[in-house]
């Protein structure tokens, strides 16, 4: 069963406008709100400001209008970003001479929480473990991360974000460069996240038809959020929208 916590807001995105020369705003007086067990898909066309937004939520950019505030604090004053997984668009373009075994990339996830000089513990080491075996990626733990091909490479960051025990964790474009059955085995993980460890899920995605039918909220932005809605009612907005041109 899917649990969503409408009691807890995770994300509040307040009125954000951002813009990167302080005269074009590529993003424009934004306002929603991500419930704690909610599994989101950010889409809209090419340039519509995903990427900003996601920067944004994550405190890399800094809105020139609104706030952003995550687990009820302001972002700027948020310390516990061991609560925050991101798995980047670039994951599946890692350096294949990058001389680390995926059960090392999978650890270095745990200092996000503690620290990067910290050492070893044996709960890192477990942690580890049960994370690469969620995502079905154990039996290749000491092989080099640049050998796995893009989809068994982005299980493994699915795992490093995983490892540090987040409450939220956000995906740029995470299916992009790997093939459709890694990319069908992909969405069957992220939905075992959400369903049965209660993740909270924000997922920016092109592939729009393949998004709708997995989440279950879509934030449709092109430059302003031109809605938020069930995939259900974004569909139909989108028939609608269709009929009338
Ligand atoms: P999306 O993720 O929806 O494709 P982006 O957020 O990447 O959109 O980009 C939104 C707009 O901002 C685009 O017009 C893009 O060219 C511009 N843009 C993105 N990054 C930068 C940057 N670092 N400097 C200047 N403009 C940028």
Do not use: C
């Not at 075996?133 to 989809?151: A, F, H, N, P």
């Amino acid at each position: 069963m899917q649990r969503v916590d409408h009691s807890k807001n995770i994300i509040e995105v307040q009125g954000i406008s951002f813009s990167y020369d302080g005269k074009v705003n590529v993003l424009k007086s934004i306002t929603f709100a991500i419930h704690s067990g909610d599994y989101v898909g950010l889409i809209g066309p090419n340039g519509a400001g995903k990427t900003t937004l996601l920067k944004i939520m994550l405190g890399l950019l800094t809105p020139t209008k609104g706030e952003v505030r995550l687990f009820g604090q302001k972002i700027n004053e948020f310390k516990d970003w061991y609560k925050v997984g991101y798995v980047p668009q670039k994951a599946t373009h890692f350096d294949t001479g990058f001389p680390a075994t995926v059960e090392e990339v999978v650890l270095m996830g745990r200092y996000a929480k503690r620290g990067l000089f910290s050492r070893t513990t044996e709960e890192d080491r477990k942690l580890t473990r049960e994370a690469l075996k969620q995502v079905d990626m154990w039996e290749y733990r000491r092989r080099l991360i640049g050998d796995l091909s893009g989809g068994q490479q982005q299980r493994v960051f699915i795992a490093r974000a995983i490892v540090s025990q987040p409450e939220v964790i956000f995906l740029d474009e995470p299916t992009t460069g790997i093939d459709r059955q890694a990319q069908d085995d992909f969405y069957v993980l992220l939905r075992k996240l959400s369903g049965e460890l209660g993740l909270t899920l924000v997922l920016i995605s092109h592939d729009i038809k393949r998004v709708t039918d997995e989440v279950m909220h879509i934030a449709w932005i092109d430059r302003t959020l031109e809605s938020y809605s069930s995939p259900e009612e974004y569909l139909r907005m989108r028939k609608e929208e269709q009929t009338v041109l």
